[in-house]
């Protein structure tokens, strides 16, 4: 384990300013400098140079920085290295789960592989744990930011964000609506665009992701008779207790359809979905990979990594006169850069 002053000057340097470390750190700009002042006092040089625009390498900076990677990344392989030597070694991974994201699909799919005699042994290596997190609309940015570090994994729909994350595509979740009891659709398993006339639509606020956007843009075009209204970018409990304080219709996910008790979820006539999986670091040990693995030849599918340029919705015949249709590649595996949580 390395001293943790290297990992803040490594940040640093790659966010280009002791504030923005700071952000991504989730400690003060005060303690990011206090480290960097301890690293340099250490070193006994001058690592950056610090001026009103940001901070700079300097010469001996620039050396320091690229041994630095070097021992960051020996380090990481020295301890993968040391666990692979002990047969013995049980590997833990750490669920995340929340009300928007719950870890059960995920674990009944490990306990089919903990079942079955061909996988079994490969899953005795691993202890599962479980870390909840609050998916609140103030929180859920930074529980992305630290996938890896507060957690291994998760199960849930996923997209465009800032933080980078790989993906596992298990399906695609296809998004339905949810009304208050007392609603007038409240009675229904299913319904037309056209049973919409008439009511306000909640939908993330526009730019965040591409599956709504597209959504919005459909309904805008082909059935302006549907007020469509922008709730936040992120959605949480509140963004569903306002569904019922308003009585007004939410898009939400068919994954999401026991979130709470007093919304009715309904199924509509429109062929547009998310993609549903699981969200691990880009920068996974072998022992997420591995697990990852297990999950992927049990359910039969392939990782994948979400890209914004790939659409994320299937357009179909939805009680209109649009009809297209977009699908990920399922065999491919793609980085995946995303943007702030949205309802995906």
Not at 15 to 37: H, R, W
Request: proline residues 5%.
């Amino acid at each position: 384990m390395l001293d943790p002053a290297i990992d803040v000057f490594i940040q640093v340097t790659q966010s280009g300013s002791f504030t923005k470390a700071s952000e991504k750190l989730y400690i003060s700009p005060t303690a990011v400098m206090n480290q960097i002042n301890r690293l340099e006092a250490y070193v006994g040089v001058r690592l950056l140079e610090r001026g009103s625009t940001g901070i700079r390498l300097t010469d001996a900076g620039k050396v320091f920085h690229h041994d630095a990677l070097r021992l960051v990344s020996m380090s990481e392989k020295a301890r993968e290295h040391a666990r692979q030597a002990d047969a013995s070694h049980v590997e833990e991974i750490r669920i995340g789960t929340s009300v928007l994201y719950p870890c059960k699909p995920l674990l009944d799919r490990w306990n089919r592989i903990t079942n079955q005699s061909e996988t079994k042994h490969k899953a005795e290596r691993y202890r599962l744990s479980i870390i909840s997190f609050d998916d609140n609309e103030r929180t859920i940015s930074r529980t992305f930011a630290n996938i890896g570090r507060d957690f291994d994994v998760m199960i849930g729909p996923y997209g465009n964000a800032v933080h980078p994350y790989e993906t596992l595509t298990l399906e695609q979740d296809r998004m339905c609506i949810a009304v208050p009891e007392g609603h007038r659709l409240a009675g229904t398993e299913h319904v037309g665009v056209d049973d919409l006339k008439g009511e306000q639509l909640l939908l993330p606020a526009p730019g965040n992701h591409s599956g709504p956007d597209a959504l919005r843009r459909w309904l805008t075009e082909n059935h302006p008779e549907i007020e469509v209204v922008s709730t936040s970018a992120y959605y949480g409990i509140s963004v569903f207790n306002r569904c019922i304080q308003d009585n007004m219709v939410l898009v939400t996910l068919n994954h999401w359809r026991d979130v709470h008790p007093m919304l009715h979820t309904i199924s509509v006539d429109w062929e547009f979905s998310v993609s549903y999986g699981l969200i691990y670091p880009k920068n996974a040990s072998s022992a997420i990979r591995n697990f990852v693995s297990l999950i992927e030849k049990e359910d039969g599918t392939s990782p994948q990594a979400h890209s914004p340029s790939l659409p994320e919705h299937r357009l179909g015949r939805g009680g209109g006169d649009h009809d297209q249709t977009a699908e990920h590649d399922g065999a491919q595996h793609q980085r995946a850069e995303v943007r702030d949580h949205v309802l995906p």
